[in-house]
Antibody
Framework: QVQLKESGPGLVQPSQTLSLTCTVS????????VHWVRQPPGKGLEWVGA???????DYNSALKSRLSISRDTSKSQVFLKMNSLQTEDTAIYFC????????WGQGVMVTVSS | DIQMTQSPASLSASPEEIVTITCQAS??????LAWYQQKPGKSPQLLIY???SLADGIPSRFSGSRSGTQYSLKISRLQVEDTGIYYC?????????FGGGTKLELK
């Protein structure tokens, strides 16, 4: 079955760079899109960005200047890098696959704090 | 950016009741709308896509509809396991945006 799993550091210092990995199984990155969605504690969902089956990317315009999404199809992994982190970037980061976010990872909590 | 105004913010209903949650889009988004359910501590789950299509494995008591730029999620014969927060999502244009969420509790 389809599985997505996020991994990465739980704590990042302000102004530093966040690096997250989404490892997928049962799911081809060359046939499906993968998105990143985040959720601040106790708040709603925010679409962060996406990498499409062909490898092109789309980013939330509010985050675009700080954001990069890439992938390694041989490892079935998608990467998110976000720089200049601030406390307001503290959130659960989910990766989700499929045209309508059919499949979700369990999420990884990222805290931005010194 | 397209704004998705979701209402109500919260509601409480009894088992077997019918509830409706709505999302108003700030502009035309066609049928590019989805609904998700999120239970505490869990990832969201896709319920409805393309405004009216039921996702795989979702009970038929969930249904979606559209009237112009207003979209509705109806839950018929409410069950205890339907407790959670419901979100709409527009994927018509970048940035894709979610509604603010509706917290559904059962009496």
């Amino acid at each position: 079955q389809v599985q997505l799993k996020e991994s990465g550091p739980g704590l990042v210092q302000p102004s530093q760079t966040l690096s997250l990995t989404c490892t997928v199984s049962g799911f081809s990155l060359t046939s499906n899109s993968v998105h990143w969605v985040r959720q601040p504690p106790g708040k709603g969902l925010e679409w962060v960005g996406a990498i499409w089956s062909g490898g092109s990317t789309d980013y939330n315009s509010a985050l675009k200047s700080r954001l990069s999404i890439s992938r390694d199809t041989s490892k079935s992994q998608v990467f998110l890098k976000m720089n200049s982190l601030q406390t307001e970037d503290t959130a659960i980061y989910f990766c989700a696959g499929g045209y309508y976010f059919d499949y979700w990872g369990q999420g990884v909590m990222v805290t931005v704090s010194s | 950016d397209i704004q998705m105004t979701q209402s109500p913010a919260s509601l409480s209903a009894s088992p077997e009741e019918i509830v409706t949650i709505t999302c108003q889009a700030s502009q035309d988004i066609g049928n590019w709308l989805a609904w998700y359910q999120q239970k505490p501590g869990k990832s969201p789950q896709l319920l409805i896509y393309s405004a009216t299509s039921l996702a795989d494995g979702i009970p038929s008591r969930f249904s979606g509809s559209r009237s112009g730029t207003q979209y509705s999620l109806k839950i018929s014969r409410l069950q205890v396991e339907d407790t959670g927060i419901y979100y709409c999502l527009q994927r018509y244009s970048n940035p894709w945006t979610f509604g603010g969420g509706t917290k559904l509790e059962l009496k």
